[in-house]
T-cell receptor, first 115, second 111 residues
Framework: GAGVSQSPRYKVAKRGQDVALRCDPI?????LFWYQQALGQGPEFLTY????????KSGLPSDRFFAERPEGSVSTLKIQRTQQEDSAVYLC?????????????FGPGTRLTVT | KQEVTQIPAALSVPEGENLVLNCSFT??????LQWFRQDPGKGLTSLLL?????REQTSGRLNASLDKSSGRSTLYIAASQPGDSATYLC??????????FGQGTELSVKP
């Protein structure tokens, strides 16, 4: 595709359920990032992949959050035993290179609501 | 730890006015700086990317400047229109590749 795509666009989960959010980066992009955006706030970094290697997961808020990119393309962010504070928009971004100066391109986000 | 601050948090102006949005960052060791637009319930639209070696970038009615030494960037919008109403986010590229965002400025342009 022409841009970064994410699915689902909207997800409602009951507290305690597990969810999986998918990100399809731009074809050929080496780097992939996940960000979390709470209502009224700027996005905050969660984790970063270079190809299939997860190089930085310092932003993951708890061990209930897990991300993978097994073949270096599609990535999945999994949240186990969802809590109300997990309600947010989850944004995925990809960039062409493996160095810090490459521009990141964002997907439309997945809005997660935990009830 | 890098912190990005945007002032003001909200701004309301009449149509046609020129305006300036401000962004400041605490660590001048940045790589690039990028301005985004976000419409309600939508993702991020990139407006301008300023590389660390540049002082400014222009696109249409938008002009963004960067002063690394003082830790500041401004986004200038000329002849504002109601369609410019959105939240504007500033973000810096830090070591390690992650983007550090400000909390945004919510702009409302009244017809």
């Amino acid at each position: 595709g022409a841009g970064v795509s994410q699915s689902p666009r909207y997800k409602v989960a009951k507290r305690g359920q597990d969810v999986a959010l998918r990100c399809d980066p731009i074809s050929g992009h080496v780097s992939l990032f996940w960000y979390q955006q709470a209502l009224g706030q700027g996005p905050e970094f969660l984790t970063y992949f270079q190809n299939e290697a997860q190089l930085d997961k310092s932003g993951l808020p708890s061990d209930r959050f897990f991300a993978e990119r097994p073949e270096g393309s599609v990535s999945t962010l999994k949240i186990q035993r969802t809590q109300q504070e997990d309600s947010a928009v989850y944004l995925c971004a990809s960039s062409l290179g493996g160095v810090v100066s490459y521009e990141q391109y964002f997907g439309p986000g997945t809005r997660l609501t935990v009830t | 730890k890098q912190e990005v601050t945007q002032i003001p948090a909200a701004l309301s102006v009449p149509e046609g006015e020129n305006l300036v949005l401000n962004c400041s960052f605490t660590d001048s060791a940045i790589y690039n700086l990028q301005w985004f637009r976000q419409d309600p319930g939508k993702g991020l639209t990139s407006l301008l990317l300023i590389q660390s070696s540049q002082r400014e970038q222009t696109s249409g009615r938008l002009n963004a400047s960067l002063d690394k030494s003082s830790g500041r960037s401004t986004l200038y919008i000329a002849a504002s229109q109601p369609g410019d109403s959105a939240t504007y986010l500033c973000a810096v590229y830090n070591q390690g590749g992650k983007l550090i965002f400000g909390q945004g400025t919510e702009l409302s342009v009244k017809p």
